[in-house]
């Protein structure tokens, strides 16, 4: 079974709008991590936000909130105001505590914001 | 944000021929070191992870002879593919780490594009 669940191979957005790309994820381990990366034209993954199993509010870094529903196991990355420079590809990935460190990811969303 | 660079950044070698790529974390020392491979359109998939020092852990179905991975310090890790064939064509990505636990963060390279012709 799929440990991460992203079931939107695309996504499109108007510059100025917000987005929500939707990730969901499968574990047993009550202690994780949910991340989201940005991998743009060029290839190189871009940290955006982390959210703790244990975390009592969604976080927040800028313009990227995380909408973080335990129970449905849902992690859902808003991003807000969309800008040109927001396409690219966005993965979801979750890290365990059982699972080594290791970080395993979603098949990823392709974002295309148009002006 | 901590740096890691790759080297080659692309590299386009003859099928039978090895090809080295070096990961080296810049800025910190990290503890252990990860190893991606990312076909087009599609996600990373992990191929080892390694500690410096120590011999790398491979992902089921990873060619350990194949994909030769040695950590030889806290900064530099090195992914060879040995007698490479167009299949092994590829984005080669490495990560890096200095911290353990759910939090410690994970700094990517910026890739390198193999192409085995």
């Known amino acids: 079974a799929q440990k991460i669940t992203q079931t939107q191979p695309g996504m499109f957005v108007q510059e100025k709008e917000a987005v929500t790309l939707d990730c969901t994820y499968d574990?047993?381990?009550?202690?994780?991590?949910l991340f989201w990366y940005k991998q743009p034209s060029s290839g190189e993954m871009i940290f955006l936000i982390y959210?703790?199993?244990?975390?009592?509010q969604n976080a927040t870094e800028g313009r990227y909130s995380l909408n973080f529903q335990k129970a449905r196991k849902s992690a859902n990355l808003v991003i807000s105001a969309s800008q040109l420079g927001d396409s690219a590809m966005y993965f979801c990935a979750m890290r365990e505590r059982s699972g080594y460190s290791t970080l395993t990811f979603g098949k990823g969303t392709m974002l295309l914001v148009s002006p | 944000g901590a740096v890691v660079s790759q080297h080659p950044s692309w590299v386009i070698c003859k099928s039978g021929t090895s090809v080295k790529i070096e990961c080296r974390s810049l800025?910190?020392?990290?503890?252990?070191m990860f190893w991606y491979r990312q076909f087009p359109k599609q996600s990373l998939m992990l191929m080892a992870t390694?500690?410096?020092?120590?011999?790398?852990?491979?992902e089921q179905g990873v060619e350990k002879d194949k994909f030769l991975i040695n950590h030889a310090s806290l900064t530099l890790s090195t992914l060879t593919v040995t007698s490479a064939h167009p299949e092994d064509s590829s984005f080669y990505i490495c990560?890096?780490?200095?911290?353990?636990?759910?939090?410690?963060?994970?700094?990517f390279g910026p890739g390198t594009r193999l192409t085995v012709t």
């Open positions: 959210q703790g199993s244990y975390d009592q």
């Open positions: 800025d910190f020392q990290a503890t252990t």
């Open positions: 990560s890096a780490r200095w911290s353990e636990g759910i939090r410690g963060e994970q700094y």
């Open positions: 390694s500690n410096e020092g120590s011999k790398a852990t491979y």
């Open positions: 574990t047993s381990d009550p202690s994780y991590g």
